[in-house]
Nanobody, 126 residues
Framework: QVQLVESGGGLVQAGGSLRLSCAAS????????MGWFRQAPGKEREFVAA????????IYADSVKGRFTISRDNAKNMMYLQMNSLKPEDTAVYYC???????????????????WGQGTQVTVSS
């Protein structure tokens, strides 16, 4: 089992920045690829970014590429999402997730992930 807890969400004006954190506990954090997803009201949960267990590979959704940066610190059992140039359409609940798959190609899919956090709200005002 892996327990995941997100933090760092809040209300920010368009153009601003936020840094989300995901704290992991339980089984060895470095044994999991990690991802961020988000869900806006009335919409399906969508992929935002993913990072391999060694942090050697990252993947981004086109909608956030160039604005968001995913990172992790395996020594601290932490993952981060630095969000810059935020837009109102980035408003959503953001979830971190852990995947035991060895197939990086499916990290954009929800089905790849074994564990999920409870989410943190990000609201971007125009």
């Amino acid at each position: 089992q892996v327990q995941l807890v997100e933090s760092g969400g809040g209300l920010v004006q368009a153009g601003g920045s936020l840094r989300l954190s995901c704290a992991a506990s339980g089984r060895t954090f470095s044994g999991y690829d990690m991802g961020w997803f988000r869900q806006a009201p009335g919409k399906e949960r969508e992929f935002v970014a993913a990072i391999s267990r060694s942090a050697g590979s990252t993947i981004y959704a086109d909608s956030v590429k160039g604005r968001f940066t995913i990172s992790r610190d395996n020594a601290k059992n932490m993952m981060y999402l630095q969000m810059n140039s935020l837009k109102p359409e980035d408003t959503a609940v953001y979830y971190c997730a852990a995947a035991s798959t060895l197939n990086l190609g499916i990290l954009t899919k929800r089905i790849a992930y074994n564990y999920w956090g409870q989410g943190t709200q990000v609201t971007v005002s125009s």
